[in-house]
């Protein structure tokens, strides 16, 4: 069974850069995307972006100017850096695991996210 | 468009059945995936493709699709059922991911 854990600083200042990192344990590394996802208090799901084993990356175009995803294949871990921050980037960040296909014949195709880390709340105070 | 759309709010008496949407213009495309969140939890995908469940979702769920809307069906609503839904897929561009702004769901 896969799971992911993940950790990294809690609390920062206006204007630091958020970094978490999320190691995965069993299953493949190499077939998924692996994605960060965060949700601010009492707010919607916001996917931040994905990156997959040989590095391939993909930034939600609100965040593209700030964030960095990395993959670390050697140790199965993937990392989020997020520059810049302010109050408006407090909540909780998720690490997860996605995964997409096509249908038989490639008519529909197919994404969804099927193991999350247990999240980190982080906190952008003064 | 790169948005999907769901009613911020459904409720359902014990026992009968609830329809979740979807809108948006991906899921002419991509099938929704839909997840299921309790306060003070990661979310939970309860539907993906065509009408999956992961193991250990009850049957009581079920997922449909037509044009640019996607919906999850709860038949037999439990009062465990009450939380939050989202859905979820990619873009039309199948680079950037989307999340529906979610239901929360009141079971009566």
């Known amino acids: 069974q896969v799971q992911l854990q993940q950790w990294g600083a809690g609390l920062l200042k206006p204007s630091e850069t958020l970094s978490l990192t999320c190691a995965v344990y069993?299953?493949?590394?190499?077939?998924?995307?692996w994605t960060w996802i965060r949700q601010p208090p009492g707010k919607g799901l916001e996917w931040i972006g994905e990156i997959n084993h040989s590095g391939s990356t993909n930034y939600n175009p609100s965040l593209k100017s700030r964030v960095t995803i990395s993959v670390d294949t050697s140790k199965n871990q993937f990392s989020l850096k997020l520059s810049s921050v302010t109050a408006a980037d407090t909540a909780v960040y998720y690490c997860?695991?996605?995964?997409?296909?096509?249908?038989?014949?490639?008519?529909?195709?197919?994404?969804?996210?099927?193991?999350w880390g247990k999240g980190t709340t982080v906190t952008v105070s003064s | 468009s790169s948005e999907l759309t769901q009613d911020p709010a459904v409720s359902v008496a014990l026992g009968q059945t609830v329809r979740i949407t979807c809108q948006g213009d991906s899921l002419r495309t991509y099938y929704a995936s839909w997840y299921q969140q309790k306060p003070g939890q990661a979310p939970v995908l309860v539907i993906y493709?065509?009408?999956n469940r992961p193991s250990g979702i009850p049957d009581r769920f079920s997922g449909s699709s037509s044009g640019n809307t996607a919906s999850l069906t709860i038949t037999g609503a439990q009062a465990e059922d009450e939380a939050d839904y989202y859905c979820n897929s990619r873009d039309s561009s199948g680079n950037h991911v989307v999340f529906g702004g979610g239901t929360q769901l009141t079971v009566l």
């Open positions: 493709g065509k009408n």
């Open positions: 069993g299953g493949s590394f190499s077939d998924y995307y």
């Open positions: 997860a695991r996605g995964d997409v296909g096509a249908t038989t014949g490639g008519r529909y195709y197919y994404y969804y996210i099927d193991v």
